[in-house]
């Protein structure tokens, strides 16, 4: 057994699960409360890998900042997350609230409209061109190894543990405060919850600013684990976080984690080991999602009535 | 229109002297069933001249209107150039094709089918495995149709299966990740070094890979061969219109009326005893072989299938089709064919895309403004804006007036004297971008004189970005960013399309 191709692929599956994760929180948030299938997703988290790059420009780039290498991390972090919640937000308030009594599929094809208005911004804007992020230099990436095969980079480690704390604070504040708990009844009965006097349309509002600033966060992981990012990005990231959330369970948190880390192993594993894999990985994730359905259409941590976001 | 048929019921049998309100209208009839009989009433009545329009419209009778509908397309071949009945003709009715096959899986059965293209790109492939000189083989095009036809159905049956019992959410995200992977896949089959090795007969080059399948065969009826545009123009309008006559007829019969009712309320059809998924596998297989059929023609049209041609873009110019031409309407698509192929195609030189797009701003301006003084206000406050922005930038900010618009014509140079053209625009024109859109939607939060004042600086906006941006990449991202945008705002303001006929709901 070739070992170090094993851990190897273990590791950058992991890697790039938990972006997959990060995304997939925000497509189960939101349709854990809405019933929405947010299509522009994938786009807010390119969004998001673009803003934490221009910060970075901003900040005098990746070979001379103006800060110290971790904590121009965590200010690229921060802008990227709160420009796409806000952005998020507003995707919101223009393009679906008006819809929440239309028939379903109009609130679909809304959403449709946004992520290829979003894309081709993006296009028009700042071209078709990769961009490079660079951040080697910055953060010193500095590579540990266990035995003579188990290699992992800081920079991994950085990437899967913030991963992990990120989802542990949204499970926090969805079972522990006021809000989550808003959210909750919410996503439980929409009418009951208004009656109730809860404030729907801050519900709404505060969920999909918390998952687009997830997504957003996965952008600049991606950026600085990959490298490189560009305009059309989005998509099949989108694509692979939908597919995470529905794996998991759709509507469950848990789920999504454990969804997002199956899909980016998958996609991983699929690269080394299977025929064709390095081009038609994608591909096999899309087999997967189909016996998932086949198999245990509410995924695998997800049961209809509990565990709703 | 809301007379139910028959005169009056009670006529002759009782003494005239006897009121008798049996046959007021706002009675229920015995025998008769007030909600089937009075569906007429319940359509959201349109007013104005779009009404009056739509009235005349629905007073022809079906042949007369399937005339007026396709009769300017049999006489196109004959007053234009052979370029011109490409561009404009021949791909308008493809995609005319296309988008009644996804009108039957949207409009009808309301199936949010992204994959659509995917069966359009998988018609036009095998008809090229079929029949190119890539392949070798050269099938007869009365066989080859058929195969096409009945294998993109059972794709579609495949696909469909998989989401039998998911909601239609679920299928939505099914269908866009199968467009995406039949896009990877035609990208890299090709035998090459990393594609798979099939068993039994290794490595196959099934679709040349990202340089695209070529030599395809010309359609080849019993021997005839058709080769000119004429040709296939003529073929397609021959398709279309059996096509449409056929789904007027399906529209009216018990499978039309059954995807309507799964349409309107999938809950309330399954609970009438109605096959809910048969009829949605149905409704989807339909497509597909629409689908598949016209990819064959597209196929042969371009004598090649590439796999760019069959991506996201594709699929958004379809669905702004359905859409546009109203969900569920059988003619509408035609007209938004019309409407989203002719004017891209009208786009390519940047003079003509000028034109249409103050053209298409003015006249928004004067169909949503009510009343008339409101839009010249408007109009005027504009120029003014726009005459003095121009007049202090050139007095303080030299460069700010220094571009020019390239090949302008007669509205592009006076153009020049109004808006702003810096000459270094890139970054100043991106926030300007970005404004336009938070005034856009600012416009629609504000109402009355509001709306009046800050649609004055949006217009000059939008102005300044059309000539300083989007007017770089009118047939790229432009283009789609237009057709996306077009999504959410008619789906915000009139979900049911623009021929489409909205229904009052009913609580």
């Not at chain 1, 590791?11 to 497509?27: D, E, H, Q």
């Not at chain 1, 390119?46 to 904590?71: C, D, I, K, N, S």
């Not at chain 2, 053209?421 to 300007?432: C, Q, R, T, V, Y």
Request: proline share 4%; aromatic share 12%.
């Amino acid at each position: 057994v070739n070992w170090s191709l094993f851990f190897g692929e273990l590791v950058s599956g992991l890697t790039l699960g938990s972006i997959y994760a990060l995304i997939a929180l925000g497509y189960t948030m939101v349709y854990g409360i809405l019933k929405l299938l947010n299509f522009a997703h994938g786009d807010v988290y390119m969004v998001g890998a673009f803003v934490g790059f221009f910060v970075l420009q901003w900040l005098g780039g990746p070979l001379e900042p103006a800060v110290t290498g971790w904590l121009a991390v965590a200010i690229m972090f921060a802008v990227a997350m709160l420009v796409c919640g806000a952005l998020g937000v507003g995707i919101e308030r223009f393009a679906y609230r008006p819809l929440r009594d239309a028939p379903r599929i109009a609130p679909l094809i809304s959403a449709l409209g946004v992520s290829i208005f979003l894309q081709n911004s993006a296009l028009l804007l700042w071209g078709p061109q990769f961009r490079d992020y660079d951040t080697f230099d910055l953060v010193g990436v500095k590579s540990y190894h266990i035995g003579s095969n188990f290699f992992i980079s800081n920079v991994q480690i950085l990437t899967i543990s913030v991963s992990i704390g990120l989802t542990i604070v949204l499970a926090l504040v969805v079972s522990r405060t006021r809000t989550g708990k808003a959210m909750r009844a919410t996503s439980f009965d929409r009418d009951a919850a208004e009656m109730m006097g809860i404030s729907i349309d801050r519900v709404i509002s505060f969920t999909f600013f918390l998952g687009s600033a997830l997504a957003a966060a996965g952008g600049v992981m991606f950026g600085i684990v990959f490298g490189q990012i560009f305009s059309l990005m989005g998509f099949t990231a989108g694509l692979k976080g939908f597919t995470a959330a529905v794996v998991g369970g759709i509507g469950s948190i848990p789920g999504a984690v454990l969804g997002g880390f199956l899909i980016g192993l998958t996609e991983s594993f699929a690269t080394g080991y299977l025929p064709g894999g390095s081009v038609y990985a994608n591909l096999y994730v899309f087999a997967l999602l189909i016996t998932m359905f086949l198999i245990r259409p509410s995924g695998l941590l997800g049961s209809p009535v509990i565990q709703k976001v | 229109m809301s007379s139910l048929g028959g005169g009056p019921a009670g006529e002759g049998g009782l003494p005239t002297a006897a009121p008798e309100p049996v046959d007021a209208p706002d009675r229920p009839r015995v025998g008769v069933d007030e909600w089937v009989a009075r569906v007429d009433e319940r359509r959201a009545a349109q007013r104005g001249l779009t009404g009056l329009v739509a009235r005349a419209w629905e007073r022809v009778p079906a042949p007369g209107r399937l005339v007026l509908l396709l009769g300017p397309f049999a006489i196109f071949p004959f007053v234009t150039s052979e370029g011109n009945l490409f561009r404009y003709g021949l791909i308008t009715l493809i995609y005319a094709l296309l988008a009644m096959g996804l009108n039957v899986v949207v409009g009808f059965a309301g199936l949010l089918d992204l994959g659509y293209v995917a069966f359009f790109g998988f018609g036009a492939y095998l008809y090229g495995i079929m029949a190119s000189g890539h392949s070798g083989h050269h099938l007869q095009a009365e066989i080859a149709i058929p195969i096409v036809v009945v294998s993109a159905a059972l794709v579609g049956l495949l696909l469909g299966l998989t989401s039998w019992r998911l909601l239609g959410d679920y299928l939505a995200i099914v269908t866009l990740f199968f467009l995406q992977a039949f896009v990877i896949f035609v990208n890299n089959a090709n035998g090459g070094l990393n594609d798979f090795s099939y068993p039994f007969v290794g490595k196959v080059d099934l679709t040349g890979g990202a340089n695209g399948l070529d030599q395809i065969d010309p359609l080849n009826f019993f021997g005839f061969h058709i080769t000119t545009t004429k040709g296939y123009y003529i073929f397609t309008l021959i398709s279309i219109t059996l096509l449409m006559t056929m789904l007027y007829f399906v529209n009216g019969s018990r499978t039309g009326r059954a995807w309507r009712a799964l349409r309107e309320d999938p809950l309330a059809a399954e609970v009438m005893s109605m096959p809910v998924n048969r009829l949605k596998l149905l409704a989807f297989m339909f497509g597909a072989a629409t689908a598949g059929f016209s990819g064959t023609i597209y196929g042969a049209v371009q004598s090649g299938a590439f796999p760019g041609d069959y991506d996201v873009g594709l699929l958004i110019t379809i669905y702004a089709i359905v859409i546009l031409g109203g969900l569920g309407s059988i003619g509408g698509v035609v007209i938004g064919a019309l409407v989203v192929n002719g004017a891209p195609e009208l786009l390519r030189s940047s003079a003509n895309a000028r034109f249409l797009f103050y053209g298409v701003l003015l006249l928004a301006l004067l169909v949503a403004l009510r009343p008339w003084y409101k839009p010249v206000i408007v109009l005027l406050g504009t120029l003014a804006l726009g005459f003095a922005v121009h007049a202090i930038a050139s007095a303080v900010w030299s460069r700010g007036t220094a571009g020019h618009i390239a090949g302008a014509g007669k509205l592009g140079n006076a153009l020049e004297h109004w808006v702003l053209l810096p000459s270094n625009a890139g970054s100043i024109a991106g926030w300007a971008y970005f404004a336009l859109i938070v005034a856009a939607l600012v416009l629609t939060l504000v109402r009355g004189w509001w709306r009046v004042l800050v649609l004055i600086p949006t217009l000059y906006l939008a102005a300044f970005v059309w000539e300083n941006k989007l007017v770089e990449q009118v047939s790229g991202a432009t283009r789609l960013i237009l057709l996306g945008a077009l999504l959410v705002v008619i789906m915000n303001v009139r979900p049911a399309g623009i021929f489409g006929t909205s229904r009052v709901e009913i609580v």
